[in-house]
């Protein structure tokens, strides 16, 4: 069972570690303290669905609705574009700074749509878990056991990194930080989203 429990984890694990949109909106929701749990969990579960597809050898639909990749892809761009926006209209005008416990840090509704969206409406999601991972884990023994490791790698990542957030709490006390912060991420967005319509 190892041996296809370990490479699952990591190559999961390796693939999530790229900076994202997702992976920047649960960093600041976990700076925020808002909505953190929920926030990673929908985000874990998102994956461990995409992954179950993968592993269950749903991969071939891509090839059989070629739409649907197009339609993800200039849905996700246009996703991308606006909420990058509103990170650097954020960043241009500052005034944000770290709230405690969640004050202020808007509804549960909005951040799960907004991390449901950055998930869902992303092309490279199903490019990493449902191709990549699904076609990956048929070359080994034991397909179940690598794709509980690629769930169990998601998991561990995206509550690490909502609260492990906590730990820059003194750092983005400072609304400069949060200003950087923005910026980066809204750079981040319209780079995901040029990528995507350049594709």
């Known amino acids: 069972m190892l041996t296809s ?12 570690l790229a900076i994202g949109a997702q992976n920047a909106f649960v960093l600041r929701q976990g700076l925020r303290r808002a909505h953190v749990f929920w926030v990673c969990l929908t985000c874990a579960l998102s994956d461990a669905a995409l992954i179950a597809g993968g592993v269950a050898g ?3 639909l891509a ?14 761009a246009a996703f991308l574009i606006w909420y990058g926006y509103l990170n650097a209209r954020a960043a241009w005008f500052g005034g944000a700074v770290l709230e405690a416990d969640g004050q202020g840090a808007g509804s549960l509704r909005k951040s799960l749509l907004t991390v449901l ?17 699904g076609s990956i884990s048929a070359q080994y023994p034991d397909r179940l056991a690598f794709g509980i490791g690629a769930t169990l790698a998601s998991f561990c990542f ?15 006390a400072i609304p400069l930080s949060w200003r950087i912060l923005d910026g980066l991420i809204a750079a981040t967005m319209w780079g995901i989203a040029a990528k995507l319509l350049l594709m």
């Not at 429990?5 to 999530?16: C, E, R």
């Not at 090839?63 to 996700?76: D, L, Q, V």
């Not at 509550?159 to 709490?169: E, H, M, N, T, V």
């Open 5 to 16: 429990f370990l490479p699952g984890f990591a190559l999961s694990l390796t693939l999530i």
């Open 58 to 60: 749903f991969g071939a």
């Open 63 to 76: 090839k059989a609705w070629p739409w649907f990749e197009t339609i993800m892809r200039y849905g996700g």
């Open 117 to 133: 969206a950055l998930t869902w409406l992303n092309p490279h999601v199903y490019l990493d878990t449902v191709v990549l991972i």
């Open 158 to 172: 995206f509550f690490s990194l909502g609260y492990g957030a906590r730990l820059l709490g003194p750092l983005f």
